[in-house]
Structure formats: structure tokens, C-alpha cells
């Protein structure tokens, strides 16, 4: 770990401390003997993990939930300018750190795996790091994701670092990897970047910070992903090639999935892990928190999933791997639209993704981080999808969701759970009431 980064670092607080990222960090500070406090909007499973670690939290944002001893602030990318904490903190001269600029002090430090891509880094990281700790290289890990452990940090001994590194607002060109991982390259975040070519701009500088002696694992032959590796001065390490399909035995649904275990793979191969022993360790890989995460079986025979699926290409792959799984089942998806913008600009792809499900449930959009637009709804969203889907509906409260699933649920159902809102929280609700014993 980067210890000039850490030098003297008594006590850290954290704003936004809930994300999944800025509690990854607060993890590694309270691992090390820091006094952690952090604040947040909501509580959450993530802040009470939290706490039970031995970190302080408080709920809404307050000056004085900064301490006055506080050596470092982190934090979240989405807190504005204006936030009262971050303010005193200015104000006192304490060092503050964005969650993206953290990354790339610890980055600097180590020798980094960096997991980009549009759609797959999380399940790409994590199946990355099962590999690698499987396999004892110890590394330190952070993902964008809860991992069986129930933890999103891995505290290593090596000087290996894997980390998720997320394109918005360009926060991955915080990181100097020695290796980078381009899943694939997609129209997300258009509301920053405005274009495709604007995402593929932020990827080829990221590709040029890749040293000569490290690599780039990726499909080039991807024509997203090809014009990015122009400038490119590491060597290309094709993920498409090797690892024959028929040698991987998943544990995990999904030719997106199958795609994510050979970049992982390719890696691992790159670092030295016998081929037969990082297949062997892959195909244990079960899955992360909310990534076709199976939350329990209802009285009527119905099972329940979550995932975390929030943009078309997502969601198409989502359920062609849930299709593949049940090709039997009716699948039934409760989606929550994720930001306006996203809605907006990607309408006319979310009403064709959904061809693989038998009914579709649209439920209110969710905010984050954007004000509401009047333009934009969930029943026009609705409205979209009837356009190629026969059975779908929109319903604006959770409760009657789960009213109306209990009602009419059948032993066949696979329903899921869909967005990266809080539309989790249904199926958390119908399998706590419902759900039998296994």
C-alpha cells in the first residue's frame, strides 16, 4: 500500500460513505487502525457493516460531524461543492481527497490492475480477485460490489491492486495501470460525455497511461473498443482468444459472464497462475451482491432475484442469461429506470431490451443524483415497451408490487428485481415474508 498516501493518518471521515467505493476505502482505513467517521442520506446494509466494523456514522450531512483531530477527507464523486462537511474541511486546511483521486494516490504505489469497461467490471474484478487470492498471489482488492464475504475490500500483503475503475466524469484516469482490463465499451453516461466518441476520447487516454511493459486486455477486434487502442504503447492481449468455452464450467449464467471469466483469465495468465488451477478457481466464482443474486423461494414455488442491470445491453444480457437458465420459467422483471437522463436518451434501446422476459413491471425512475425531468416518466417508458412487448405495466408503489406479485405469483415464476436503485428492497420484502426453507 501506497504509505505515503496512509503516513500519519489517525483519523479519516468519509462523505458519502454509503457508496459502494468510499466504503471500500473506510474498510481499508479501519483494517489499518484508523479512526473512521462518515455520513450519509440513508442508512444502509453497507453503513451498518460499517458500524459493526468499528466505524462511527451519521445519518445527513452536518459541519460537525467532521471531527476536529480529522488528518484526511474522502469523498464521493456525486457530493456537490457546497456540502457542509466538505466545506469545514476546506476550511481547516484538512487534506481532502475525492474518491477517484484516493484510488490514484494508492494506485501509484502498487502494481495496479485496473478493471474498466462499460458493462462487467464488477463480476470481471471479482472473479479477478477469487482467482488471484486463490491462487495466494494476496492481493489488495476493491469492487463496485458486495462479494460472498460480504465485504467490497480485500486487504493483501502483495503489491498487487485490483480496482474497478469507473469511466464517469473520467474518474478512472486517477489510476496508472500496469495492466487494463477494456470489457467493452458502450452509450453510457451520455449525459457527461454526450457521445459515443466522447466515452471511446476518455478510454484512449486511459490506454495511453498504460506503461510498455505493462498490458491491455481487451476484444480489439471489438469495433468500440479498436479505436481506443490507436496510441496504445502496452502490448494487446486479446481476452477472446485461449481459454476454450468448453473448458469453462460457470457457476454463473450468461455469455456475458463467459466473456468476463476469459478477461479475467487473461490476466491471470499474464501474471503467471497455472492455466488449469485460475479455470478450476474461476468456475467457483458464485456470483456478487445484486448481479443475478438469488434471494429465495416464495410459497408458491416462485424464485426471487435481484440484479443490478441498468442500461439496455445490461439488461438484454441479464435475461438472456436468466432465459438460458429457466428456458421454461415466466420471467417476471420489476425494473427501476436509473436516472432521467439515461432514461431519455436510451428510450428507444430500453424498449427492446426486455424481449426475453414475459412480463415487464415499470416502477418510478430513480433520481440519484439528477433533479426530476417532466420529459421523462416511467409510464413513458411503459409505453415504449409496449411497443414490442406484449405485457407490461407500470405501477408507482413498491407496496403494491409486492401486493401484486403475492397474488398472483405461480410456481414457475423466476421474478426479478431490476435496477440500480433500491427496487432490491421488493424481493428483500417478499422473501422475508414469504420465503421457505431449503
Not at 417532466?374 to 413513458?380: Q, S, W
Request: aromatic residues 6%; proline residues 4%; contains cysteine.
Amino acid at each position: 500500500m501506497s504509505e505515503a498516501f496512509l503516513h500519519n493518518i489517525k483519523v479519516a471521515h468519509f462523505i458519502g460513505v454509503g457508496g459502494i467505493g468510499v466504503s471500500a476505502l473506510a474498510r481499508m482505513m479501519l483494517l489499518r487502525g484508523v479512526s473512521v467517521t462518515g455520513s450519509d442520506r440513508d442508512r444502509s446494509l453497507i453503513t451498518e457493516s460499517l458500524e459493526m466494523a468499528g466505524a462511527t456514522i451519521f445519518i445527513d450531512h452536518d459541519r460537525a460531524h467532521v471531527p476536529e483531530a480529522c488528518d484526511l477527507v474522502i469523498y464521493s464523486p456525486a457530493v456537490p461543492e457546497d456540502n457542509p462537511e466538505l466545506r469545514v474541511a476546506r476550511e481547516r486546511g484538512v487534506q481532502t481527497l475525492s474518491y477517484p483521486e484516493s484510488l490514484g494516490m494508492i494506485s501509484r504505489g502498487m502494481r495496479t490492475i485496473a478493471v474498466s469497461g462499460t458493462h462487467g467490471k464488477t463480476t470481471t474484478t471479482a472473479m479477478l480477485a477469487g482467482v488471484l487470492v486463490g491462487a495466494h498471489l494476496n492481493p489488495t482488492v476493491i469492487v463496485g460490489s458486495l462479494l460472498k464475504s460480504g465485504s467490497n475490500f480485500i486487504s493483501g500483503t502483495s503489491d498487487i491492486f485490483v480496482v474497478e475503475a469507473c469511466e464517469y466524469k473520467r474518474s478512472f484516469l486517477n489510476l496508472s495501470p500496469e495492466i487494463l482490463v477494456i470489457t467493452n465499451i458502450d452509450n453510457d453516461h451520455l449525459d457527461y460525455y454526450g457521445t459515443i466518441e466522447g466515452v471511446q476520447k476518455a478510454f484512449a487516454e486511459l490506454v495511453e497511461k498504460v506503461p510498455v511493459t505493462g498490458a491491455i486486455v481487451c476484444d480489439p477486434s471489438d469495433p468500440l473498443v479498436a479505436p481506443v487502442l490507436v496510441k496504445a504503447v502496452a502490448r494487446i492481449a486479446d481476452y477472446s482468444l485461449g481459454n476454450p468455452t468448453s473448458k469453462l464450467k460457470l457457476s454463473v449464467p450468461g455469455e456475458h459472464n463467459i466473456k468476463n471469466a476469459k478477461a479475467a483469465l487473461a490476466v491471470v495468465r499474464i501474471l503467471g497462475v497455472n492455466e488449469d488451477e485460475a479455470i478450476e478457481l474461476v468456475a467457483k466464482f458464485e456470483g456478487t451482491w445484486r448481479r443475478m443474486e438469488y434471494k429465495g423461494k416464495l410459497l408458491s414455488g416462485a424464485l426471487v432475484y435481484d440484479d443490478y442491470a441498468h442500461h439496455p445491453t445490461e439488461i438484454k444480457a441479464t435475461l438472456q442469461g436468466f432465459r438460458a437458465k429457466y428456458p421454461a420459467g415466466r420471467i417476471r422483471v420489476v425494473f427501476q429506470p436509473h436516472l432521467y437522463s439515461r432514461t431519455k436518451l436510451l428510450l428507444n434501446e430500453f424498449a427492446e431490451s426486455f424481449s426475453d422476459a414475459d412480463e415487464v413491471i415499470v416502477v418510478p425512475i430513480y433520481a440519484a443524483r439528477e433533479k426530476p425531468d417532466p420529459e421523462i416518466t416511467a409510464e413513458k417508458l411503459t409505453q415504449a415497451i409496449k411497443a414490442h412487448h406484449k405485457k407490461v405495466s407500470a405501477i408507482s408503489e413498491f407496496s403494491a408490487v409486492e401486493s401484486y406479485i403475492s397474488t398472483t405469483t405461480e410456481k414457475d415464476d423466476i421474478i426479478i428485481t431490476m435496477g440500480a436503485g433500491d427496487v432490491f428492497k421488493i424481493g428483500g420484502r417478499l422473501t422475508e415474508s414469504k420465503k421457505v426453507l431449503q
